[in-house]
């Protein structure tokens, strides 16, 4: 399942999507809005994607995973538009015969998509400032990165 | 040729529009491509400098080049997740 | 949540107890009945447990993750009795501020209760045998070296 | 002294017993208490070597004292998860 909605993510929903008799673990990761950032008040998250594209991007992620780990099944949801407090903004799943390989492919899917794929988080602070998130960092370095590990294998 | 460049995020905001529209020379690389956005919209120009360029939905570099029917994305960094 | 439970394990409700504005990350990990080991196949599990001390154990290593990591929430379920193909015998949810400490300590607690607390897993095979699972090693090196870490931090 | 023994998994099923009961002397170690119960079970003795013993609720070591009221088990190497 690999899916961006505008609705409230249901994690059982994503958990089941990944149930297999072959899988022995499943390891589910829930973004969700966080209220503090060090002494900064967050009142709640927007985010906003670039959909065909983010999809695609998730689409090789996923695929990259399947090559660098032995994965029964597994699933990206990513939420876009408001996200309060305590909501989750993301949700993935991945269910494999082992828990390393659950726990490597769901922390790597994540790290990798908060780099690779075109969504974007706009931060409403208690104070009534609003801000988009743009981490520095070249970006153009992943791609080229995930097609050739993707070659090699 | 004319081309439509989307806009997201920041970008979106700092421009008041989704999309920008740019009359370009054919065989224009992407790396001139964003320094004729920043000449002509200065005020997304140090946004561009830490952006990508996608074409077609896939990362481009700056020596690719665009193409009339190309779907072309300004993509500032990401903060999804 | 710290529970032994008969019942089957319901995910959802664990992965609500670690729920917290606090958390920006929940990790949930899911161990169950895997129909292959190899060629082997498996028709059920069933689970014992010396449940007085399982429940001191699991709470000795939610103590010890907390120490370790900067933990919101945390929850052990472990079920006993037959667990069926597909079903869960184990489910560990943990939330943090940040994603990387979530994986960690549920990797982590999963990793140690498996060595240190008191349940033990008998294999239904399909070829009709049963087989106890005791692997080899030596238990008691353990519950020194938390011990010992608990006391240094 | 009598003392009580609880057992599990293999160990119970070997036995065809929950607990064993053992009358031992004051000051017994748990290495002198498995070294007995292999003497008295010989059919768990291949097991005890890879066994731990608890004293209410906490493995012990080799040297540690078994006292009469304590909560004592045989923790055969375990396999939750």
Known sequence: MISITSDAIDPLEVLESVKSNQAGASVLFVGSTRQFTGEKETLQLEYECYESMAIAKIQQLVDAARDKWNIEQCSVVHRIGVVGLGESSIVVAVSTGHRKESFEAAAWLVDELKIQVPIWKKEFWADGKTEWVHPSGDQRRIPENINASRGAS | ?81
């Open chain 2, 1 to 81: 040729m004319k081309i439509q460049i989307k806009l997201f995020a920041a970008a979106r905001e700092i421009s008041e529009r989704g999309e920008l529209e740019l009359e370009v020379a054919e065989g224009l690389s992407v790396k001139a491509l964003k320094l004729k956005i920043s000449a002509e919209h200065p005020k997304l120009s140090e946004l561009i400098l830490r952006s990508a360029v996608s074409l077609n939905r896939e990362f481009a570099t700056d020596e690719s080049v665009v193409h009339e029917k190309d779907e072309i994305a300004l993509i500032p960094p990401v903060s999804g997740g």
